[in-house]
């Protein structure tokens, strides 16, 4: 029930340029289909559908991954471990 906030999803989205593209995280269960939003790593990003081809080209963005790795292993807080 309170889980929202640890629940995160995947999503590759274009920097600034709209030629690179990475796959950050961002929180919630799954894209909504707002136009941007602020990535796990802090930046914000303009969001679109991505194509399949995007998903396969998209590299995954380190420090997303980094910190959702923080995260689970319960460097904040262990107490409420499922
Ligand atoms: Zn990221």
Redesign the pocket.
Known sequence: METTERQHYWLPVPDRTGFKW????FRGKHWDGRPADT?????QYPMAKPSELDWFQAPT?????E?LIAEQSGTGSTAEEE
């Open positions: 990475h796959r950050h995280a990535s796990v790593c802090g930046f963005c380190s420090d997303c991954t910190l």
